[in-house]
């Protein structure tokens, strides 16, 4: 379950980007309501944790959140922003999964 919670807001936090992406291109991206949308979610995410790092270690945390990241952000910036990602990129999120592979304590 704490791994599944940690995949769950690492796509909260990814959809908090998402809307400070879109506050980053307003003239005063501070005060649109896309940066406090974000704001809000990041901050949501704060009590999902404390159950999270309650059960797992912070290294497999930290793993996980950050590949999950990686594959979230690539796919909303394909998707939604147009952007391409490079073999070097495609390389380094395999290499993250990688190691949420060899970091997790499955058993």
Same mark, same amino acid.
């Given at each position: =379950?704490? !791994? &599944?919670? $940690?995949? !769950?807001?690492? /796509?909260?936090?990814? &959809?908090?980007?998402?809307? !400070?992406?879109?506050?980053?291109?307003?003239?005063t991206p501070? $005060?649109?309501?896309?940066? %406090? @949308?974000? #704001? !809000?979610?990041?901050?949501? $995410? +704060?009590?999902?944790? &404390?159950?999270?790092m309650k059960? =797992?270690? #912070?290294?497999? @945390?930290? @793993?996980?959140?950050? /590949?999950? =990241?990686? %594959?979230?952000?690539?796919?909303?910036?394909?998707?939604?922003?147009?952007?391409? #990602? $490079?073999?070097?990129?495609?390389?380094?999120?395999?290499? +993250?999964?990688? +190691? @949420? +592979?060899? &970091?997790?304590? =499955?058993?």
């Open positions: =379950m704490p !791994l &599944l919670v $940690t995949i !769950l807001f690492s /796509a909260v936090g990814a &959809l908090a980007d998402y809307f !400070l992406k879109l506050a980053s291109s307003k003239p501070w $005060t649109s309501w896309q940066f %406090v @949308v974000g #704001l !809000l979610l990041y901050g949501s $995410t +704060a009590f999902g944790w &404390l159950y999270v059960h =797992m270690k #912070l290294a497999v @945390v930290g @793993v996980v959140y950050t /590949a999950a =990241m990686l %594959v979230l952000l690539a796919l909303i910036g394909y998707f939604f922003f147009g952007e391409k #990602l $490079t073999l070097r990129e495609w390389a380094g999120i395999g290499l +993250a999964l990688a +190691a @949420v +592979a060899l &970091l997790s304590d =499955m058993h």
